[in-house]
């Protein structure tokens, strides 16, 4: 507990306005998904959801055959949610 309590609210802290790096960010994605082989990174994308729903299935190599192809983090998070569900700690 504190000692010295005034009773008034803290000072305002600002946000920092992150919508240029969000822009930035966007556009980078979009220029990463125009350059890639899509038919590649959906067949590794498939591999991976494969081994994943496999119980005990070496996952590394899908996963790194995946990044190779240039699969996003979402887009490889976005397979593990498919065949696994997010935890709910309820």
């Known amino acids: 507990m504190n000692e010295y309590v005034t009773g008034e609210p803290g000072p305002p802290i600002a946000a ?6 969000a822009d930035q960010q966007r556009r980078r994605l979009a220029e990463l998904r125009g350059k890639r082989e899509g038919g590649r990174v959906t067949s590794t ?3 991976l959801e494969a081994a994943a729903r496999e119980p005990g299935a070496p996952l ?3 996963i790194l055959d995946a990044v190779r192809a240039r699969a996003t ?3 490889i998070s976005d397979v593990f949610r498919a065949a696994w569900g997010v ?3 309820r």
């Open 87 to 89: 935890h709910d700690p």
């Open 60 to 62: 590394m190599e899908p």
């Open 73 to 75: 983090l979402g887009e």
């Open 45 to 47: 994308l498939g591999a």
């Open 16 to 21: 920092p306005d992150y919508s240029r790096l």
